[in-house]
């Protein structure tokens, strides 16, 4: 504990600094007025669903975590016949156990869920674990991923070698990049299906971006995934209910430049210093969001070949009530994705996502991309979300990562309902004024 902690104060020096000297908001008004459109039949004839997951045997690493906990009671509820939860430590495990009962006493499952003791880093302490219990999908949440490129990810070796569907929720992009290179030509010789880099944000996001960069160059067929802008808004209240490890992967994050792609170049920008106004829907209205080092920057450039990328991030209150305020409080977590083009000022179509508490969120989105890979629409090899899930899967993986969203909604000038990006919905459409 005691390098953590040491890490730990010199991010938050680090992260003072930057908000005290920083913190310069610029407000931009919002320009969207909502407009409710007659809600179609869902349009999605994927065969991804919660049946997915029915009479599957699923290894959850990192299970008695936050991030793992939340996969963990999500997949027994929408119909695992088997969860197991991976770790090192069995009392940490015991102690989840007692908090998911009291949070969740009509779901009787808790008391199904068993222990495994592996190491992430060590292949081999997966090998009988895997052998013997023939597992349809392990679950790799044992973070931080942070800065792990020459580490050695024990998960995903045995899972290729061992044949078994692989997703994470790594949120590093040279962590991840790191590993598909490594992995992915055994993983398609092999024939294993892995996902990297799921959740909502990474994940969900991504998958956003495809739907909305698959309609703008649908209908407007003169244009190229290079002409397009693909800006992305986060928003979590207060630390999103985070434990040690996401804050300590966040602060990492906060201390790096972020990312930003124009016209395809590559370009680092200071984090978290110039603001700007975002509106996240009804229920969350407009906050403050700034520049932050996120995977699906690059990812969507990469995969989507996307001209230009950025990704703002806020929190509210600020980073140090955090700390002091809601360390374990559950909290609002919002996305947005928009799509514009400078060829073309008319054109733009975004996405909104918001739901009431982080940690059921992303035990939600990670849900969905499971009943992806076991639906057996993911081909083999290792892949982000935007690379995986097919055009015609699209809706379907967002209409179950959305199944607790209290918003879920498309605005823009193409006229698109709201069930061909989000699937089944009753939300209302926004749509430019
Ligand atoms: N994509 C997204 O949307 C998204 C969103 C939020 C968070 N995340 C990421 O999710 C990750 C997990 O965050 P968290 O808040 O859930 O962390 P956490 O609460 O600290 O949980 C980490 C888990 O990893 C296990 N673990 C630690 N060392 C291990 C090892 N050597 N081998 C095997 N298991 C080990 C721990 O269990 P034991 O004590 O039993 O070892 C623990 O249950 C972070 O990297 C975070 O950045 C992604």
């Known amino acids: 504990m005691a390098p953590v902690t040491c890490k730990l104060g010199i991010v938050i020096v680090s992260i003072a600094l930057v908000l005290v000297e920083g913190f310069a908001p610029q407000r931009v008004e919002g320009k969207f007025k909502f407009r409710t459109k007659p809600i179609e039949a869902a349009s999605s ?9 029915q009479g599957k045997r699923i290894l959850v690493v990192g299970g008695s975590g936050r991030v793992g906990g939340s996969v963990v009671t999500q997949l027994v509820k929408r119909g695992a016949s088997k969860v197991t939860v991976g770790g090192t430590n069995e009392d940490r495990f015991e102690q989840s156990m007692s908090r998911w009962i009291q949070l969740f006493d009509d779901l009787e499952f808790v008391n199904t869920v068993s222990f495994e003791s592996v190491q992430r880093e060590d292949p081999a302490s997966f090998e009988k674990v895997l052998q013997a ?8 949440t044992a ?13 995903l070796e045995a ?7 692989y997703v994470d929720v790594c949120d590093d992009y040279c962590t991840a990049t790191a590993a598909k290179t490594k992995y992915q030509k055994q993983a398609q010789e092999n024939g294993v299906p892995c996902l990297l880099s799921t959740g909502c944000w990474p994940g969900v996001s991504s998958l956003m971006a495809k ?9 407007n067929p003169k244009l190229s995934p290079s002409d397009l802008k693909v ?33 395809g170049r590559r370009r680092p920008v200071q984090a978290m210093k110039e603001y700007k106004t975002v509106n996240f829907g009804d229920v969350i209205g407009d906050k403050e969001i700034a520049h932050l080092n996120l995977l699906e920057t690059a990812s969507v450039h990469d995969v989507l070949g996307v001209g230009s990328v950025k990704s703002l991030f806020g929190t509210a209150p600020g980073f140090w009530n955090t ?16 799509v514009t083009t400078d060829k073309d000022p008319t054109i733009s179509a975004s996405l909104l996502y918001g739901h009431e508490n982080l940690e059921p969120c992303v035990g939600e989105c990670v849900a969905a991309f499971c009943c992806a890979i076991l639906s057996g629409t993911v081909k083999p090899g290792v892949w982000f979300t935007e690379e995986a899930i097919q055009e015609g899967d699209a809706a379907a993986v967002l209409g179950l990562a959305s199944v607790g969203a209290h918003t879920k909604e498309y605005l823009g000038t193409i006229d698109i309902a709201a069930e061909e990006m989000w699937g089944t919905t009753t939300s209302p459409n926004l749509v430019n004024a």
Do not use: W
Not at 133 to 140: E, G, N, R, T
Not at 159 to 165: E, I, Q, S
């Open 45 to 53: 004839d994927s065969s991804i669903s919660f049946d997915a997951l």
């Open 159 to 165: 899972c290729v070698a061992n044949n078994v569907a």
């Open 231 to 263: 800006d992305f808004g986060f928003f979590t209240a207060g630390s999103g209910g985070a434990g040690a490890t996401l804050l300590v992967a966040t602060f990492l994050i906060l201390a790096e430049k972020a990312l930003m792609v124009v016209e």
């Open 211 to 219: 739907q909305l960069v698959t309609k703008v160059l649908e209908e």
């Open 143 to 155: 973070g931080p991923f942070q800065g792990k490129v020459t580490a050695r990810n024990g998960v």
């Open 133 to 140: 219990s023939s597992y349809d999908l392990v679950v790799h």
């Open 323 to 338: 700390l002091l305020v809601d360390f374990f409080a559950g909290a609002t977590n919002a996305m947005r994705c928009d």
